[in-house]
């Protein structure tokens, strides 16, 4: 095991000893570095988990709790440098240069405020300045409930030539674990890459399709158990929406 993966195990004990993550991870390495993703992306600290030269500086602010608010904002010492970092964050999505923190804050003063769901699964659609502005008047619909915050979500997807076609293919195939492969758009790696990560799906979909469409009651309970095999989050959003429960069976 090389240094740096076995100084991230170290990082998981540690969060879990102080409480902040909870149950025992199978791959600890892997979920230190999901909790420190966040670090990465407002430059904190690089891809190898190490302290830049800000993160060096917030370290020292803690350390000597040097919390003063001797800046043009008169806000925390850390607060500050978060707030700088916030602003300069960002990402590149289809050649849009993206500002998160800034994205959020133009949304909110059209908005006044924004709902956690809003918040989850909308304010990612903003990715440029028309798809901004349209989502902000897809968020006055849905709490005008003239639509839902599905309509929105499917109609972005469906205004994607990458989800026409992987629609287009999949109403065109018969339904086979390798179809179910190729559909899903996502960018997991690792142990059978994208494929793998996908491969739960088949057994679900067919599933799904016996209930749904065909009425058989005998496959309501190996759908349940099947959506616990789903990778990450999807699970439980899954259950939620078929059983109105996030539990596993």
């Known amino acids: 095991m090389n240094d740096n993966k076995q100084l991230q195990i170290e990082y998981y004990q540690f969060m879990h000893k102080e409480g902040f993550v909870k149950g025992n991870a199978p791959n600890p390495a892997k979920d230190a570095r999901q909790k420190t993703s966040g670090l990465v992306d407002i430059g904190l600290i690089d891809s190898e988990r190490n302290l830049t030269e800000v993160g060096r500086v917030l370290l020292s602010i803690a350390q000597n709790s040097d919390f003063k608010s001797d800046n043009p904002l008169q806000i925390p010492k850390d607060s500050f440098i978060y707030l ?16 998160p923190f800034v994205v959020a804050a133009y949304v909110v003063s059209k908005l006044d405020y924004l709902s956690n769901d809003e918040f989850t699964y909308l304010l990612p ?40 076609s992987a629609l287009q293919f999949f109403q065109s195939s018969e339904v086979t674990e390798d179809v179910i492969g190729k559909i899903g ?3 997991k790696s690792g142990s059978g890459g994208v494929q793998n990560y996908d491969k739960p799906y088949f057994k679900f979909y067919t599933l799904l399709h016996d209930v749904v469409l065909n009425k058989n009651a005998e496959s309501v309970l190996p759908l349940l158990e099947q959506s616990s095999k789903i990778n990450g989050k999807a699970a439980t959003l899954w259950r939620k929406a078929l059983f109105q429960t996030t539990a596993r069976t």
């Open 84 to 99: 700088k970092q916030l602003l300069k964050m960002s990402d590149n999505i289809d050649g849009n240069v993206v500002r």
């Open 185 to 187: 758009i996502n960018r």
């Open 125 to 164: 659609l903003c990715i440029n300045k028309e798809k901004t502005n349209s989502i902000i008047n897809d968020i006055f619909a849905v709490r005008n409930k003239s639509k839902s915050i599905d309509d929105v979500i499917i109609d972005t997807l469906m205004s994607m030539d990458n989800y026409k």
